[in-house]
C-alpha cells in the first residue's frame, strides 16, 4: 500500500531564515509526486509535480526535489506569506486511477 | 479559466440524514476525485469517476456513494450520517489527456453533523 511521511508535523521559522520539509514515501509505481499548500477554511493550492528522482523545481522562495525515496520542499528566505500547512501526495501506476495518497502536512509558521 | 467550484461551502445536518453534495470541474477536465479531510486522518481518498463511471475507491463504507454526470459534473451521496462524518469534502479534477496529469482542487464543502 502506497504511503507518505511527512516531517516534522509543524516547523517555525523566523522570516529569512531558510529550511527544508521532508516526505518520504513507498510507493508501488511512482506517477507522480506532488506539492500543494493549503490555507485554513480552504482548499489545497497546487505547487509543484515531480515524476523521476533527481528532478528539480522551483517556484519563488519554493524549489521541490526528488530522490527515489523522499522529496524534499526548501523554502529560501520565507516571508510570513508562506505561513500555510505544506502537503506532499504521490500518485501511483496501479489502478490506472488519479488517486492521490497524502502525508498528514508540515504547518509552517513564519514570524516576521 | 474558472477553476473547480463546490457547493454548498458549509452545511449542518444531524445524525442519521443523509447529504448530497456537488462539485463543477474544471470545464475540460473529465476526472473528479473526492477525498475527505479530518485533523486526525488528513486527506483520505472517497472515490475517483472519470467519463460517468467509478474508476477507484478508497476505504470507506458504503453510505459513501457518488455519480457522475455527462457534463463530468460529480456528486457525493452520505447516507445515515454519523458524528464522525464531520469533514471538509473536497473535490478535484484533472484533465487526463496522458500519463501525467495534476489534480486541482476545490475550496471544499464543510459538514458538521449534530
Known amino acids: 500500500e502506497d504511503q507518505v511521511t511527512q516531517s516534522p508535523e509543524a516547523l517555525r521559522l523566523q522570516e529569512g531564515e531558510s529550511s527544508s520539509l521532508n516526505c518520504s514515501y513507498t510507493v508501488s509505481g511512482l506517477r507522480g509526486l506532488f506539492w500543494y499548500r493549503q490555507d485554513p477554511g480552504k482548499g489545497p493550492e497546487f505547487l509543484f509535480t515531480?515524476?523521476?528522482a533527481g528532478e528539480e523545481k522551483e517556484k519563488e522562495r519554493l524549489k521541490a526535489t526528488l530522490t527515489k525515496k523522499e522529496s524534499f520542499l526548501h523554502i529560501t528566505a520565507p516571508k510570513p506569506e508562506d505561513s500555510a500547512t505544506y502537503l506532499c501526495?504521490?500518485?501511483?501506476?496501479?489502478?490506472?486511477?488519479?488517486?492521490?495518497?497524502f502525508g498528514k502536512g508540515t504547518k509552517l509558521t513564519v514570524n516576521p | 479559466k474558472a477553476g473547480v467550484t463546490q457547493t454548498p461551502r458549509y452545511l449542518i445536518k444531524t445524525r442519521g440524514q443523509q447529504v448530497t453534495l456537488s462539485c463543477s470541474p474544471i470545464?475540460?477536465?473529465?476526472?473528479v476525485s473526492w477525498y475527505q479531510q479530518t485533523p486526525g486522518q488528513g486527506l483520505q481518498f472517497l472515490f475517483e469517476?472519470?467519463?460517468?463511471?467509478?474508476?477507484n475507491k478508497g476505504n470507506f463504507p458504503g453510505r459513501f456513494s457518488g455519480r457522475q454526470f455527462s457534463n463530468s459534473r460529480s456528486e457525493m451521496n452520505v447516507s445515515t450520517l454519523e458524528l464522525g462524518d464531520s469533514a471538509l469534502y473536497l473535490c478535484?479534477?484533472?484533465?487526463?489527456?496522458?500519463?501525467?496529469?495534476?489534480?486541482?482542487f476545490g475550496p471544499g464543502t464543510r459538514l458538521l453533523v449534530l
Open positions: 470545464s475540460g477536465h473529465r476526472s
Open positions: 515531480l515524476y523521476s
Open positions: 501526495a504521490v500518485q501511483g501506476t496501479q489502478g490506472g486511477s488519479e488517486k492521490l495518497v
Open positions: 478535484a479534477s484533472s484533465l487526463v489527456r496522458g500519463s501525467q496529469e495534476t489534480q486541482y
Open positions: 469517476y472519470f467519463s460517468e463511471t467509478q474508476r
